[in-house]
């Protein structure tokens, strides 16, 4: 928790959205790996499920007291209210500017096609 807390700035916006999406992420899947990688100015929490190559999904914080949220094995997604941002080779990302707009039925839908789709 400590080494998450560390990636945002004190009691910024980023921050509180950090924290939210964690607790949805680590009360969606079993058996996780929460691991901090990355140098001073750009830090990434990924996780993982069966060794640390096998990545769900991950957490970042983003320009402007943003943050987003990471996930793999989903390539597209038909949602009212979540759209990815930006195209990755591994992972495709949402960007959050406001913690009212992360809504837990949202995330968990979202973490449940990783899911689905994961092989590990």
Known sequence: ???FVKMFE???????????LRQLVLSSFSNLEESVIG?????????????KNNVLCGIQKGTDDT???YVHHVDSISH????????????KRIKFV???????????WLLSKVQDNSPY
């Open 1 to 3: 928790m400590e080494e």
């Open 10 to 20: 004190e009691d910024s916006k980023a921050l509180e959205m950090g924290l939210k």
């Open 39 to 51: 140098g001073a100015k750009v830090k990434l929490a990924l996780y993982s499920r069966g060794g």
């Open 67 to 69: 943050c987003m949220l």
């Open 80 to 91: 009212d209210r979540l759209k990815f941002s930006g195209s990755g080779k591994h992972a």
């Open 98 to 108: 406001d913690i009212g707009e992360i809504l837990p039925e949202d995330i968990k």
